[in-house]
């Protein structure tokens, strides 16, 4: 009763479309629901065209994303506002929308801890809060995984990689992460939480970083996948 009268005095809108969202809705409308791009990832999380990206580069279990990403669309301002905009609490619901899908398929299964992908400290004072930890923990509410948000750090700041080669993304990225509490994450299974993957270097980069523990293995799970 609450929730219907608080609708009635401030309707809660979806955030593609803007129009309101119904009692049941919890982010977005049904049509925006129907039209999101959604990947078909999690129904084969060892072998589909992101996962393949990490083949060789470290000890990669599954991959994911919830839809596929593209520059300036309407889905994509999902990303731009939980970055950019300050959008903290729509981070969370994103990524409780990601567990629900993803847990329906037993992706999770297995998993021990989930690590939120580093920012460094400069970018972090700036925009006020990490937006990978904030989509992690909207997952870890779900799943009831832990966050290890402590056992990796980023070195230093990069320049943007939106517009650089895929080459040059991994020299940009090359010896930016360090990890600090080696022994927290012996053994486990960790999950990887990214907003967007593109070419992968950054996740790479954080992983091989992640893989210097005994017997770490590692997933990857993102909002977003560019096809490029």
């Not at 479309?17 to 049904?30: F, S």
């Not at 060789?56 to 994509?76: C, L, M, V």
């Not at 989930?114 to 997952?139: D, E």
Request: charged share 25%; aromatic share 10%.
């Amino acid at each position: 009763m609450l929730s219907d009268l608080l609708d009635l005095i401030s309707p809660r809108r979806c955030a593609i479309c803007d129009d309101r969202l119904d009692a049941e809705d919890m982010l977005l409308c049904a049509q925006c629901t129907k039209e999101l791009p959604v990947t078909p990832f999690c129904e084969s999380p060892y072998d589909n065209w992101m996962a393949r990206l990490f083949w060789g580069q470290f000890p990669i279990e599954k991959a994911s994303a919830w839809f596929y990403f593209r520059p300036h669309s309407a889905p994509s301002h999902l990303v731009y506002d939980i970055k950019y905009h300050g959008q903290m609490e729509m981070g969370e619901m994103i990524g409780q929308l990601m567990a629900e899908r993803h847990m329906a398929y037993g992706f999770f299964d297995g998993i021990d801890a989930i690590v939120p992908l580093p920012i460094t400290r400069k970018r972090n004072w700036k925009r006020g809060y990490n937006q990978s930890l904030i989509v992690a923990r909207g997952i870890s509410m779900e799943t009831g995984l832990p966050i290890y948000n402590d056992v990796v750090v980023r070195k230093r700041f990069t320049q943007s990689q939106t517009h650089l080669t895929h080459f040059e993304r991994r020299e940009n990225i090359k010896e930016a992460f360090h990890l600090v509490k080696e022994e927290k994450i012996k053994g486990k299974h960790l999950l990887i939480i990214d907003d967007v993957v593109t070419t992968g270097a950054t996740v790479i980069a954080c992983a091989q970083e992640l893989a210097k523990a005994e017997g770490v293995r590692i997933s990857v799970l993102s909002i977003g996948y560019t096809k490029e």
